[in-house]
């Protein structure tokens, strides 16, 4: 059971990196966005645009607090 927390927590944060890895990339806010949705729906999650949207906001306000 350990070894599996230790593979989610390796699997959370590689997440994390990924995400922060495109949200910093020198490109056009409309692509990074892009990009974030694609990967989103890759991975299953289903969201309509609106939540999409507001999940991709959340995700840049906490990266960018002074905004």
Do not use: H, Q, Y
């Not at 997440?15 to 990967?39: D, H, M, Q, W, Y």
């Amino acid at each position: 059971m350990k070894g599996l927390s230790i593979l989610a927590a390796f699997l959370g944060g590689a997440a994390v990196g990924a995400a922060c890895g495109i949200l910093f990339a020198p490109e056009k806010g409309s692509e990074t966005r892009l990009r974030i949705t694609e990967a989103i729906r890759k991975r299953g999650i289903k969201l309509n645009s609106k939540e999409m949207e507001s999940l991709v906001d959340d995700i840049a306000d906490e990266l960018n607090p002074a905004k």
